[in-house]
């Protein structure tokens, strides 16, 4: 009988046994993947009894804080299976890599959910066949039932009992305890993470500015600082290609190449040109520092939201620890062609698929963006909400705002007098989880490096 006519009779069984063992091998290999699993599979998504009851086993260790190894699986297995061993060992010893472990849950899940649609309708087939003696209406509020329940597959239930909610908040904050890991993603720069505490996984950071204000290179800072605690990067640049982004990463480490002076080893300008001996000595050495960092690097002008995710799920498939996304900016990302909207709607959209996307990956997203001309026009010039540009979606949809602001860009001459130069006004004007406030830096524009103003610490 063909796999189309088994389905027609019901007895066609949805189920992908290879996928279970993959999820299984990577779990106990890898337990520290424990955290993408257990809201998406519940041990019945499982077909093979043998497999269930192994995830079902993971699942409890999990749920009660502890660590997930071979021989706690293997202590509790073989009190109800003679050949634990055998079965574990079978499932760990083929190798299984980890990117392989994402794809699995969603076969094992589509799997289920084809199930549990398959079974409501043979219920409602025996049902309707069956129960004469039930009204139409009662058959119908029955199927509605059951349809309803079957539909609702696919992890973790969307209601949430506060025990539940709380226990995740306790085992967090015994992690921030013992230090294994903070609330957020520190950037390094200590007036910003104070402020922050980190930016959160799933939330949308808008990073706003004039033109030449320095955001691209802010951002370019972070995520140096990111990688450097071998914390992946994504960064999709829409309008400076990979070597025009590669050569600012340089040039802002060369900063820190100092003679006993205090002069710096190698100028910015001879960084384009012909360098002496030494100084491309000292280059190479960045280089060589650069090289092992794990920044990922999208340049791609005209590019869509639907590629951002498609592309930003590709990498985050290949490096599951990814930490932070970064897309230089808002204005650049390519509108859908077939639209009716205006553009204040069409961004307003834009930036909710980013934040949605935010969400999905797991993980804080810079989303870079200009401001409007208004600020100019203005006495005071520093920004405000209202200089967001094209869309007050923008600010619905942020979890943090953040714009820069610097005196020299205004009054350049004001500033030499005051010996503010380069100086950056951070200004955090939205934080959904934190207070409001502002940060200070200093920009040295040569090198595209932003450092602490010394003389506050």
């Given at each position: 009988m063909s796999i189309a006519a088994e389905r027609r009779s019901g007895r066609y069984v949805a189920a992908d046994v290879e996928a279970e063992r993959r999820v299984l091998g990577i779990l106990i290999k890898h337990p520290e993947t424990a955290d993408t699993v257990m809201d998406r599979l519940r041990p019945e998504y499982f077909t093979d009894a043998t497999y269930r009851r192994i995830y079902q086993i993971i699942s409890q260790i999990y749920s009660q804080g502890g660590r997930i190894t071979y021989t706690q699986i293997y202590t509790r297995l073989?009190?109800?299976?003679?050949?634990?061993?055998?079965?574990?060992?079978?499932?760990?010893?083929?190798?299984?890599?980890?990117?392989?472990?994402?794809?699995?849950?969603?076969?094992?899940?589509?799997?289920?959910?084809?199930?549990?649609?398959?079974e409501a309708a043979q219920a409602i087939q025996e049902m309707v066949c069956v129960e004469d003696e039930m009204s139409l209406e009662s058959c119908q509020a029955k199927a509605q039932e059951l349809i309803f329940a079957a539909t609702q597959t696919g992890g973790e239930s969307d209601v949430k009992d506060l025990m539940e909610v709380l226990n995740k908040c306790y085992l967090r904050l015994l992690?921030?305890?013992?230090?294994?890991?903070?609330?957020?993603?520190?950037?390094?720069?200590?007036?910003?993470?104070?402020?922050?505490?980190?930016?959160?996984?799933?939330?949308?950071?808008?990073?706003?500015?004039?033109?030449?204000?320095?955001?691209?290179?802010?951002?370019?800072?972070?995520?140096?600082?990111?990688?450097?605690?071998?914390?992946?990067?994504?960064?999709?640049?829409?309008?400076?290609?990979?070597?025009?982004?590669?050569?600012?990463?340089?040039?802002?480490?060369?900063?820190?190449?100092?003679?006993?002076?205090?002069?710096?080893?190698?100028?910015?300008?001879?960084?384009?040109?012909?360098?002496?001996?030494?100084?491309?000595?000292?280059?190479?050495?960045?280089?060589?520092?650069?090289?092992?960092?794990?920044?990922?690097?999208?340049?791609?002008?005209?590019?869509?939201?639907?590629?951002?995710?498609?592309?930003?799920?590709?990498?985050?498939?290949?490096?599951?620890?990814l930490g932070l996304v970064i897309i230089d900016y808002l204005q650049l990302i390519k509108p859908p062609t077939s639209t009716n909207k205006n553009w204040a709607l069409v961004v307003g959209d834009i930036?909710?698929?980013?934040?949605?996307?935010?969400?999905?990956?797991?993980?804080?997203?810079?989303?870079?963006?200009?401001?409007?001309?208004?600020?100019?026009?203005?006495?005071?010039?520093?920004?405000?909400?209202?200089?967001l540009r094209d869309s007050g979606n923008i600010e619905e949809f942020a979890d943090v705002v953040m714009f820069l602001y610097r005196d020299d860009y205004y009054y350049p001459d004001k500033a030499r007098e005051n010996g503010t130069e380069g100086h950056v006004e951070i200004i955090f004007a939205k934080q959904r989880k934190g207070p409001t406030g502002s940060a200070n830096l200093k920009f040295i524009r040569d090198y595209t490096r932003f450092v602490e103003v010394t003389d506050r610490y």
């Amino acid at each position: 009988m063909s796999i189309a006519a088994e389905r027609r009779s019901g007895r066609y069984v949805a189920a992908d046994v290879e996928a279970e063992r993959r999820v299984l091998g990577i779990l106990i290999k890898h337990p520290e993947t424990a955290d993408t699993v257990m809201d998406r599979l519940r041990p019945e998504y499982f077909t093979d009894a043998t497999y269930r009851r192994i995830y079902q086993i993971i699942s409890q260790i999990y749920s009660q804080g502890g660590r997930i190894t071979y021989t706690q699986i293997y202590t509790r297995l073989r009190k109800e299976m003679p050949s634990a061993e055998q079965v574990l060992i079978g499932i760990t010893e083929s190798f299984v890599s980890q990117v392989e472990l994402i794809p699995s849950v969603n076969v094992i899940a589509d799997k289920y959910g084809r199930r549990a649609i398959l079974e409501a309708a043979q219920a409602i087939q025996e049902m309707v066949c069956v129960e004469d003696e039930m009204s139409l209406e009662s058959c119908q509020a029955k199927a509605q039932e059951l349809i309803f329940a079957a539909t609702q597959t696919g992890g973790e239930s969307d209601v949430k009992d506060l025990m539940e909610v709380l226990n995740k908040c306790y085992l967090r904050l015994l992690e921030r305890q013992e230090g294994k890991k903070p609330y957020g993603l520190a950037v390094r720069f200590p007036e910003i993470d104070m402020l922050t505490t980190g930016f959160k996984n799933k939330d949308l950071i808008i990073l706003a500015a004039r033109p030449s204000m320095g955001k691209t290179a802010l951002a370019l800072n972070f995520a140096v600082n990111v990688a450097k605690r071998n914390i992946p990067v994504l960064i999709f640049s829409l309008e400076m290609d990979d070597v025009q982004i590669g050569d600012r990463v340089v040039l802002s480490e060369l900063y820190d190449l100092r003679n006993k002076d205090d002069s710096i080893a190698v100028p910015s300008a001879n960084y384009s040109m012909r360098l002496t001996e030494e100084q491309f000595e000292k280059v190479q050495g960045v280089y060589n520092r650069l090289f092992p960092l794990p920044i990922y690097i999208i340049d791609k002008r005209g590019i869509t939201v639907g590629e951002i995710r498609s592309k930003a799920r590709k990498v985050k498939a290949e490096h599951p620890d990814l930490g932070l996304v970064i897309i230089d900016y808002l204005q650049l990302i390519k509108p859908p062609t077939s639209t009716n909207k205006n553009w204040a709607l069409v961004v307003g959209d834009i930036v909710r698929e980013i934040r949605d996307l935010a969400g999905e990956l797991d993980v804080p997203v810079i989303l870079l963006s200009q401001l409007n001309r208004g600020v100019e026009q203005r006495e005071n010039k520093k920004p405000m909400m209202s200089d967001l540009r094209d869309s007050g979606n923008i600010e619905e949809f942020a979890d943090v705002v953040m714009f820069l602001y610097r005196d020299d860009y205004y009054y350049p001459d004001k500033a030499r007098e005051n010996g503010t130069e380069g100086h950056v006004e951070i200004i955090f004007a939205k934080q959904r989880k934190g207070p409001t406030g502002s940060a200070n830096l200093k920009f040295i524009r040569d090198y595209t490096r932003f450092v602490e103003v010394t003389d506050r610490y």
